[in-house]
Each structure stands twice: as C-alpha cells, then as structure tokens.
C-alpha cells in the first residue's frame, strides 16, 4: 500500500524473480519481496524480514541480495512501517485511491473550501456539496496527496486537513529505506 501511496515510485510488482546460488554444496534460492521503478528510473529490491524477526538465515541472504544487487545496479531496501494511526488511515483512504472516486467539479469545491488548516467535516459543509458526494472524493484527494494531514492522528470529522505542499519531502511515507553498501 505504501509503494502505491508513494509519487515517487512509478511501478512495482512482488516476487519477480528468484535468485539462485550455491553455498557449500547445496543450491540456494531466494525470491524478493518487491522490485519497485522510481521516478528517476532507479531499480530498488525491497527485502522484508520475516514477521518474527530477521533470523541469520535472513541475514545471510539478505548478504547475497546485496551483491546481486551491486552487480545489476540495483538498490537495496528494507521496508519501513509507519505507526498504527497512519497505517489505518491509509487503509481507510487506499479504498478511494480508483479513479472513479475523481469528479473535478467536486474536487473544486472541496479545494476552494480548504484555504487554511480546517476540520475535514467543516470543509465538507463549506464546499456546497452534498457529504455522499464529498466524502469519496475528499479521501481520494488525500490519496493523491493533493491535501495533506496528520496521518497519525484518527481521520475523522475533526481531523485537519490542509492544501498539500508538493515540494516538502513526503517522509513520512517512504516505503523503504535504502541499504548502504558492505
């Protein structure tokens, strides 16, 4: 959901491939979690730890990933989670995320109805426009990123939704964090 949300990352698509090697004596396989595209053409492998916990043996191929990775020009990346607030709200919002949940002439007057940080159930009263009507189509703004929020604060009608700033770094959702190399 997170590499979905995320404008700089243009494709992804999980266990692609799978990697093959020898190690004393035995084949050894590994099948990555994610390849992503970004928007600067970069090759990024997400490797995900088990829900346990990285284990050794985790760590071991995560080495090999690393180098195959060195060697195709790829990037290394472990996921990274944000709190439990955001990840329910973007659970919430990724279910307007079709383009179907785009209407312009709402969108407009939900736009016009957002000039400071506001409550979300006064931008639906203010924007003229019955709350059936709005509320999708608010989400689906959000999931663009054209408006913005705390995002580990509960959505609801109190939540502050204010005009996106395209050129603040969206940090708090960077799906992965890059590997340095060994």
Request: with cysteine; aromatic share 8%; charged share 20%.
């Amino acid at each position: 959901m997170l590499l979905d949300f995320n404008p700089a990352v243009v494709d992804f698509t999980a266990w692609a491939a799978q990697l093959e090697w020898r190690e004393r004596g035995r084949v050894r396989t590994l099948v990555p979690d994610f390849f992503v595209r970004t928007a600067t053409g970069a090759t990024v492998v997400v490797h995900c730890p088990p829900a346990a916990g990285p284990s050794k043996r985790w760590h071991d191929q995560r080495e090999v990933l690393q180098q195959a990775c060195q060697e195709a020009g790829w990037q290394l990346g472990e996921p990274r989670v944000p709190g439990p607030m955001a990840q329910s709200n973007l659970r919430w919002v990724s279910r307007y995320r079709q383009p179907r949940n785009s209407d312009r002439a709402v969108e407009r007057a939900l736009w016009q109805a957002v000039t400071a940080p506001r409550p979300l159930g006064d931008i639906v009263r203010a924007c003229g426009v019955p709350r059936l009507l709005a509320l999708p189509r608010l989400f689906h703004m959000l999931w663009r990123g054209d408006l913005s929020m705390d995002w580990s604060l509960p959505l609801g009608p109190g939540a502050l939704l204010q005009r996106s700033d395209r050129t603040a770094p969206a940090a708090t959702f960077q799906p992965y964090s890059l590997m340095s190399a060994q």
